[in-house]
């Protein structure tokens, strides 16, 4: 201390800027955000439902960290689009360059704030740099999500490296995040990564959504399950590549991001957009999380398709390339009879496709298997009662086609790249390749009553790119605005392109090219976090199954199917008498209940014994519930645990009862009450003790029904 420092007062302390607040609001969850001197808001509390009254201004204040040794003298904002320019700490919310290579660095001051019925706009500029970015912040109070998206205009063209969509805090109180990777038939694979100072990051530089790199996360809460504690979860709907950060900085605060895969814009520009954040809050699980994002997709994103959702038969593992007008019809006509209704003709169907190193891109009936044409065999189909689909794959060609023939130039990437599955991709920003797509695919539609087309992407991009993905869109756009009675199904060798933005223009989602039932019991469970069931496709199988070489039972392939939206895809021919019984049962029974459970929420059971995955789908109106919960491998103790139900009133009596009671085997051998008849409990016993299930063979499953008395 130098002399006098003692009899010198301290500094007087800064003066606290000025607060603006806003917020959001629906029962389950509010989001506030706060703008401090007149910079870019950021959120300061996203979580549990505040009081109408809370002091705003008083919680920003109440959020903002002290300052001490090792730290700059104020801290910078954590704001929706966090700036370099500010001495943020971590990974910024923009980065890009003037047509010179030059940084740019906004610092951003908030113009307005525009408050819309459920919905904030957030606009901000840098008049030196001449750069202006806006935030939108939509809360649906029907399906609990937020929808958010942040655009970047410029007065003079820029080099985009990374926009993040409107930036949300990582939760405190949190221990982990859960991520979906995968892979090629092993697709919704949760991983668990602890919070750790620094960032996690992960990217798909595929330029589709993706096996590997699902845009999907969740965040627990410490201590949250399934069906209790807090979580937030997040989506982005994009179909190109796409970035996620989640940043734990030095100071202890949490950021995430989300954004296109870095780079991926690679023309300059005046304008720049992100895709749409999806995120959802819940304090009873990640359930809720999941029942939030079903329900958004169900009931806001999809398009409309009148009527009940058709069971669905198609012929890819039964014939692949060896088409022929009999063994079809044959085929036609059995799967009608275990109770199809929608026949799809897959690949093969078209230019001289006898394997798949030739004709992709070739969109014209293959007059050598069809000397009559489609017609003959959409007929029958129609005769059997079931609608007509086909299979496309319209942003891909074989360097063996008349296409690439005619126009090498169309081909994405250089001439020497490495094939996937011996094709190429299509150069999907040229107008001239989506006016030359639209014109073969719409007469094949127009000249044909082709009610679905299955639409395929079996080829990761040479580079990622994201004008793939808006040259995708648009052309989707055009043909389904030609053909608005025309479904969709979004196929990317299974899995590859399943997302939000895909789904507001296809109303399925193929999950895996696996029809394994062991795979799937596992992987619809884990997708439910963010599908419904309507959405969500699923096969029965070949008795042995192409993918795995597994032999699974007709009982247990056929409930799996019956958990989402069922179809076959196997060869009816080799169906034993016993089998094609079994399978038009279930088929019957996903029949007479479809009214009700492809609006159901999709509930993740938390079972005391892993050998077990198990879920409920419950009505909306609470009324009916049916639980799946099939046995994946032999248990560890002799006898079933029980199993504990979720989300039915407390206080109501439910009759449950075994569907498939007489699936019991015989070493099944104590008189249980649940196969002898009906069972009549609270939902508070339901809940809280369970259930006991009759003992089973691994790859089986039972299903339960329930009723409200």
Same mark, same amino acid.
């Given at each position: ?21 806003? !917020?959001?609001?629906?029962? $389950? ?39 001490? %040794? ?14 370099? &320019? ?15 290579? !030059?940084?740019?660095?906004?610092? *951003?001051?908030?113009?307005? /704030? ?31 999500? +937020? ?8 007065? =003079? ?27 090629? /038939? ?15 990051? $992960? ?10 790199? *699902? ?6 809460? =410490? %201590? ?15 179909? %190109? ?76 593992? &039964?014939?692949? #390339? ?19 209704? !929608? #026949? ?61 023939? &005619? ?90 392109? /399943? ?30 976090? *963010? ?94 519930? /049916? ?16 199993? =504990? ?21 015989? +070493? ?42």
């Amino acid at each position: 201390m130098t002399p006098g420092e003692a009899e010198r007062p301290p500094p007087p302390p800064p003066l606290r800027p000025l607060v603006r607040t806003w !917020r959001l609001d629906d029962t $389950r969850q509010t989001l506030v955000l706060a703008s401090r001197g007149g910079r870019l808001p950021g959120v300061v509390h996203w979580g549990a439902p505040l009081p109408r009254g809370e002091d705003l201004a008083a919680l920003a204040a109440a959020s903002e960290m002290d300052v001490t %040794g090792g730290m700059l003298d104020e801290n910078p904002d954590l704001s929706i689009c966090p700036e370099a &320019a500010r001495s943020f700490p971590g990974q910024p919310g923009l980065i890009c360059r003037d047509g010179d290579g !030059r940084p740019i660095l906004p610092r *951003f001051g908030c113009a307005a /704030v525009e408050e819309r019925p459920r919905g904030l706009t957030v606009r901000c500029r840098d008049e030196a740099e001449g750069v202006a970015y806006e935030a939108r912040l939509d809360l649906d109070p029907a399906t609990h999500v +937020l929808a958010l998206s942040a655009r970047l205009t410029s007065d =003079r063209p820029l080099r985009l490296e990374w926009l993040a969509a409107p930036v949300l805090p990582g939760p405190q109180l949190s221990d982990e995040l859960i991520e979906v990777s995968g892979r090629w /038939v092993g697709e919704f694979q949760l991983r668990r990564a602890a919070w750790h100072p620094g960032i996690r990051l $992960r990217e798909n530089r595929t330029g589709r959504t993706g096996h590997e790199h *699902f845009p999907g996360l969740v965040v627990p809460g =410490r %201590g949250a399950t399934a069906t209790a504690g807090e979580a937030w979860a997040f989506h982005y709907g994009w179909s %190109g590549g796409h970035r996620m950060v989640a940043e734990e900085l030095p100071d202890g605060r949490r950021q995430i991001q989300w954004g296109h895969a870095a780079g991926s814009e690679a023309a300059p520009g005046t304008a720049f957009a992100t895709a749409t954040l999806f995120a959802t809050y819940g304090a009873a699980g990640t359930n809720d999380c999941a029942t939030a994002f079903q329900r958004h997709v169900r009931d806001r994103l999809v398009p409309k398709r009148p009527g009940p959702r058709p069971v669905h038969y198609n012929c890819w593992e &039964a014939v692949y #390339f060896d088409q022929s007008l009999p063994v079809l019809k044959d085929i036609a006509t059995r799967a009608a009879a275990l109770g199809a209704e !929608r #026949f799809v003709l897959d690949d093969g169907w078209f230019g001289a496709r006898d394997d798949d190193a030739t004709s992709l891109g070739d969109w014209q009936v293959d007059a050598r298997k069809w000397p009559g044409g489609l017609d003959p065999l959409i007929d029958h189909v129609h005769a059997e009662g079931m609608e007509f689909g086909l299979w496309f794959e319209p942003e891909m060609a074989s360097p063996d086609s008349a296409l690439l023939r &005619a126009r090498p130039d169309w081909a994405l990437g250089p001439p020497d790249q490495v094939l996937g599955r011996g094709q190429m991709a299509l150069d999907m920003a040229r107008a001239e390749v989506r006016d030359h797509l639209f014109a073969a695919i719409d007469a094949i539609l127009s000249a044909h009553a082709v009610s679905y087309v299955k639409w395929d992407h079996n080829r990761v991009l040479p580079v990622p790119d994201a004008a793939q993905a808006h040259g995708f869109y648009a052309l989707l756009d055009r043909l389904r605005a030609a053909h608005p009675a025309v479904e969709i199904e979004s196929c990317a060798s299974g899995g590859g392109r /399943v997302d939000f933005g895909v789904l507001s223009r296809a109303g399925r989602v193929w999950l895996s090219d696996s029809n394994d039932a062991l795979e799937r019991l596992r992987m619809q469970h884990d997708a439910a976090l *963010f599908l419904p069931a309507a959405v969500t496709g699923s096969h029965v199988g070949p008795r042995r199954c192409h993918t795995s070489g597994r032999t699974l039972s007709m009982p247990f392939r056929a409930w799996v199917a019956a958990q989402r939206h069922m179809g076959f895809e196997m060869d009816p021919r080799e169906l034993t008498e016993e089998e094609a019984g079994t399978l038009a049962g279930v088929t019957a029974w996903w029949k007479r209940n479809r009214d009700w459970t492809m609006t159901a929420d999709v509930l993740r059971l938390e079972s005391a014994d892993p050998a077990i995955v198990a879920e409920a789908q419950l009505a909306r109106d609470g009324r009916r519930f /049916v639980v799946f919960a099939g046995r994946a491998a032999a248990s560890a103790q002799i006898a079933p645990r029980p199993l =504990r139900l979720t989300r039915l009133d407390p206080a109501a009596r439910y009759e449950v009862a075994l569907a498939n009671r007489a699936e019991a085997p015989a +070493l099944s051998r104590a008189p249980l009450a649940l196969k002898e008849g009906p069972l009549v409990l609270t939902g508070a016993a339901l809940m809280q003790t369970g259930i006991a299930l009759p003992w089973s063979f691994p790859e089986t499953m039972w299903v339960m029904e329930g009723r409200r008395l």
